[in-house]
């Protein structure tokens, strides 16, 4: 029961983390160009976003660790270069790093500088610099939970 509770879990996580990102860029910026408060709500929604991003990626990591257990895995970190399954999973691990790398960059530096370029004048370097993480860590996370699925079905081999 725990094991089918951890990935059910680890699905709505995973459906917020990706369906927030797709949210923002597809609905609330082009649903917000002509706005006169744009900059204002763009930022207002980017630190909400960014506040519950966090504790979602947290709890993808603790859900995704839930899972390597409950599945009854070796839960030791040599089995990530023992298996098949295991380097699948060990990939994922690396680009879920990746992802919290670029998060942390662009959520504390890039896009706090972006939105403050943005308030003196539309014209933003870091604003491009901005959309290009967001769109990267999108890219990313659709292939961490690819990686998902096919952990799911037992890896390649199944
Ligand atoms: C952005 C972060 C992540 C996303 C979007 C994500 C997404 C997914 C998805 C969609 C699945 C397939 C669920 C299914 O088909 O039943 C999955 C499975 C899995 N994930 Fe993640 N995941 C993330 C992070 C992690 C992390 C950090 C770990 C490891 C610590 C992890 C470990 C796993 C495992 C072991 C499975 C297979 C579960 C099973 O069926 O036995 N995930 N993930």
Known sequence: MLY???????????AFWIGGMLFLPLVVLP????????????Y?????????GWIV???????GLGNWYFRGLPFE???LFKSEYGTLLG???????CVL?????????????????MQNSSKSRLKVIARWSGRIN????????????????????G
């Open 101 to 117: 790398i670029i998060s942390a960059v662009h959520d504390f530096y890039i896009g706090e500088k972006a939105i403050g370029q």
């Open 31 to 42: 649903g917000l160009r002509q706005h006169p408060d744009r900059t204002a709500i763009l």
């Open 44 to 52: 207002q929604t980017g630190v909400k976003f960014r506040f519950y």
């Open 77 to 79: 970190f040599s089995f």
């Open 4 to 14: 089918y509770i951890s990935i059910f879990l680890h699905i709505i996580l995973a």
């Open 91 to 97: 990939y994922k691990l690396l680009l879920f790093s």
């Open 138 to 157: 999108l890219l990313l996370s659709l292939c961490i939970a690819f990686i998902g699925v096919v952990l799911s079905r037992g890896g390649w081999a």
């Open 57 to 63: 990626l947290l709890l993808l990591l603790i859900t």
